[in-house]
């Protein structure tokens, strides 16, 4: 799987746009690029995935330039709910299914009043 | 309701005392796994399982064992647990489909304590 690097934390305000970058610049033509939500003594959530442009739902969104080395998960108006820790994985098709799997220390943002 | 249970939830026992943390999930995942939790290290993969009797083992499988022997459950089972096993700890299944890309559901965790 390829390795994925996110900055260790994040501080924002109620209302913010909030983006997370991850950078992955091994990733492989097959990866998938998901993001995860993990809130204190809960398991992992899933938030979105994407494999390249713009993927949108209704939590959150995805960016993923051309060359797929990053990609930026955005959070709109964040709440003090959305405080937790997001975790970036990068893999490919069954990745999730025949293969290890390997999480990282992901990204704890904290949203503040 | 689709979920992956876990228990117990919470346990604190002794060194060398073998002890079984029970998953079951109801959506007829194929893929299965455990992590452990510990602060600084996030989430690191035990074992997994691609389907009823086949495991294999993840990053961190020292000191555990595992079997599948229904589709729907995946034990995690410490034969002598030691105080570094103290963590908390996640099952997650999926359906582990060829060909596309899969997403995890975990369940609640198990706090475990080894004194």
């Known amino acids: 799987l390829a390795k994925t690097t996110q900055p260790i934390s994040m501080d924002s305000y109620e209302g913010q746009e909030v983006n997370i970058t991850c950078s992955h610049n091994n990733i492989a033509t097959n990866d998938y690029i998901t993001w995860y939500q993990q809130f204190p003594s809960q398991g992992p959530r899933f938030i979105i995935q994407?494999?390249?442009?713009?993927v949108t739902n209704e939590v959150a969104s995805l960016f993923i330039p051309a060359d797929r080395k990053s990609s930026t998960l955005s959070l709109p108006r964040v709440s003090l709910s959305d405080t937790a820790v997001y975790y970036c994985?990068?893999?490919?098709?069954?990745w999730g299914g025949g293969n290890k799997l390997t999480f990282g220390t992901g990204t704890q943002l904290k949203v503040e009043l | 309701e689709a979920q992956v249970t876990q228990n117990p939830r919470y346990l604190i026992t002794v060194t060398g005392k073998k002890l079984t943390v029970t998953c079951s999930q109801n959506m007829n995942h194929e893929y299965m796994s455990w992590y452990r939790q510990d602060p600084g290290l996030g989430l690191r993969q035990i074992y997994y399982s691609m389907n009823v009797e086949v495991t294999d083992k993840g990053d961190v499988p020292e000191g555990y064992k595992v079997s599948r022997k229904e589709k729907r459950n995946f034990p995690l089972i410490l034969e002598s647990p030691s105080p570094n096993q103290t963590s908390l700890y996640f099952c997650a299944s999926s359906w582990g489909r060829r060909g596309q890309a899969d997403t995890q559901y975990f369940g609640p965790g198990t706090r475990l304590t080894v004194l």
């Open positions: 994985l990068v893999g490919g098709p069954n």
């Open positions: 994407g494999y390249k442009t713009k």
